[in-house]
């Protein structure tokens, strides 16, 4: 082979690695392994098998809490109404009367409820989850208690999904809601009270997947094999984040901040699950996100 060829040929298969973005994902978190057991599973029968059902659930939601009790409830029943059927919550150490708030949904089986300790654990909880439930539903979405995912065309988020049944998943975009105004905490609903939110969508998404399709979950995305990737409504492919954001069909309503007394409560209590890796006690990163253009 001349000295020519060989240099073609690397070349193609550096870029064969870089545009292969499930390795990278893999190579990234240290799953390389279960990323070709994945690749040989997809190929499989039994994949087939699998994918064809029936399942317990058509639509579930995975969700990493930590003293979120005032808003639990809201975030649940408005979910349900929408068409999610059961709710995989991971409790992160609560503090507050998350247990007693989730109870009753435990009880009627709307809620699977994890104790899990730790900081920093969002990324964990979601693979464990991955693996737990791929089985039990027909999509899986993975979303925060301060996202709300709103059909905008159709009654349900199932009659949405029903349009990507040929997908791997679903990704919606951020609207990014502020705090319209108010500076502290009050009774009602999150979605009644803040309504003031940015002019457009958020480049970054939220993604409902076919759980058995995955090979692992980042926070944003999950992580196929090859180049396979979740879609956005107008069905191109979109990983964490994407421009131009499109929020005709589905969005996801991420009231971040709320009033800046609640921003001080989330900063307390720490991100994803953390205690060290606090908000700054200023305005500086509430106001990036505090987005009140129109209503």
Known sequence: ????????????IA???????GLRDAIAQGRIGEYYAHKRY???????????GPFPHFLAVVAIVKDEGLYLAEWIEYHKLVGVDVFFVYD???????????APYIARGDVVYTPWSGMRQQHRVYNAALQRFRMETRWLAFIDLDEFIVPLKKQCI???????????GLSAHWLMYGDSGHKSFSDGLVIERFTAHALQADEWVKTIINP?????????????????????????????RSRPPVAETIRVNHYWGK?????????????????TDILPEDD??????????AR
């Open 92 to 102: 992160n150490d609560s503090t507050d009367n998350t247990p007693e708030v989730l």
């Open 15 to 21: 870029r064969g690695l870089v545009w292969s973005k």
């Open 284 to 293: 500086s990163f509430f106001l990036i996100r505090n987005r009140n253009e």
């Open 42 to 52: 997809l190929a499989s029968p039994r994949f087939r098998q699998d994918d064809a």
């Open 1 to 12: 082979m001349t000295d020519k060829k060989k240099t073609a040929l690397w070349r193609r």
């Open 158 to 168: 199932p009659d949405v999904l029903a349009d990507f049944s040929d997908q791997v």
């Open 212 to 240: 058995r399709a995955a090979f692992s979950m980042e926070t944003h995305h999950a992580c196929f094999v090859g180049n396979h990737a979740a879609v956005n409504e107008n069905r191109r492919k979109v990983r964490s």
């Open 259 to 275: 009033s800046w007394e609640e921003y001080q409560m989330k900063r307390v209590k720490g991100r994803v699950g953390s205690r």
